[in-house]
């Protein structure tokens, strides 16, 4: 009788990721349906940026044959399907490599600078939200309310000019940012991620700061919070015993949406400080109108924020069950 809750609960999890999984396979075919339905109507012909402008209809035509350009968008459709259940990204127009390869080398540089900024979120912005949340309404809580605010309107392309700005005046002998890769130096690679990562992590810390410091607030409300007061417990006391586990669910929470925010933000940051990451490889595939590339970086990135997801929840759910028996969507309870 004992081990029935156990094999119940690990049900509704495998039910759970099972219905994810159908969102992941969902989401992605929406997102691939749609890019191509894009490039297919999007002006500018891959075959005559390739050649340049002076090139003769008849290379062009030959071309656009040898890469498949001038089938019709059904076919294209089926055949980059067909290939993706293979694990077939294709192969770039522009650099006449596969896909899988060039995001290979580039997706390092966006996963070290998204985890850096996720990393800072966490360590700056919980901490302020546990503060502002000790004393709700006080001299504390607004100021870390308003600051949080400040780096939300601030745009991150224009905090990381700002911050550059302040590294140089600040350090006569900063002279930008130069990455440099793991393999060569640890330590070299990570200081040269640092000023990208506060960039990027300074919104989502606000995000973090915004979310975590209300739901702890609206826990000090709760009946169970007066109880442990009138035990005489004291404010850090039910805050570290009571307050931090039941706030565990929405810090993995925002923690889930911040890190699909890194991603797009790591993007663009890597445009500031030419950083040799998925952003840049993405400009340059748009560019050339590199359908193949510009559609798996799309694909990876777009899957990587769904498993963002998917596993917040799973987490979420092995720490209160009630969430793993809520129906997706939903957010009613199964009997």
């Keep these: 009788m004992a081990g029935r809750p156990s094999v119940g609960r690990l049900g509704r999890c495998w039910r759970l ?37 002076n090139a003769t209809p008849e290379k062009v035509a030959a071309l656009e044959r040898s890469l498949g350009l001038d089938q019709s968008f059904l076919l294209r459709l089926v055949n980059y399907i067909t290939g993706l259940l293979r694990g077939d990204l294709g192969t770039s127009l522009r650099f006449a490599q596969p896909v899988s390869r060039l995001i ?4 390092e540089v966006t996963l070290s600078l998204a985890a850096g900024g996720l990393l800072l979120a966490l360590v700056i912005g919980a901490p302020l939200a546990f ?21 939300l309107a601030v745009p991150p392309f224009y905090l990381a000019i700002l911050l550059t700005l302040a590294a140089g005046a600040l350090f006569r002998s900063f002279g930008g940012v130069r990455y440099v890769p793991p393999h060569v130096s640890l330590t070299a690679s990570l200081r040269s991620l640092l000023l990208p990562a506060v960039a990027v992590a300074v919104p989502r810390v606000a995000w ?26 004291s404010r850090p006391a039910i805050l570290v015993r009571h307050l931090l586990p039941n706030a565990l669910v929405p810090l993995i929470t925002v923690l889930g949406l911040v890190l699909a925010e890194l991603f797009s933000g790591a993007l663009i940051i890597e445009q500031v400080y030419n950083l040799p990451g998925l952003g840049r490889l993405l400009v340059t595939a748009v560019e050339s109108r590199d359908f193949p590339l510009t559609l798996g970086i799309i694909l990876v990135i777009a899957s990587l924020v ?8 799973l987490i979420n759910g092995l720490i209160d069950p009630r969430l793993a028996d809520a129906r997706p969507g939903r957010g009613t309870v199964l009997r």
């Design 104 to 107: 290979a080398e580039r997706l």
């Design 208 to 233: 973090v700061v915004q979310f975590l410091r209300g739901a702890l607030v609206e826990q000090f409300e709760m009946d169970y919070v007066r109880t442990a007061r009138g035990k005489g417990l």
């Design 306 to 313: 769904v498993l963002a997801g998917t596993l917040v929840d």
């Design 131 to 151: 503060i502002a949340a000790r004393h709700p309404g006080g001299l504390i809580d607004r100021t870390v309310l308003a600051l949080s605010r400040i780096g």
């Design 17 to 53: 990721v099972f219905a994810r999984l159908l969102q992941l396979v969902a989401t992605l075919t929406l997102i691939l349906l749609f890019a191509f339905l894009v490039f297919y109507i999007l002006p500018g012909d891959p075959a005559r940026i390739m050649l340049g402008p």
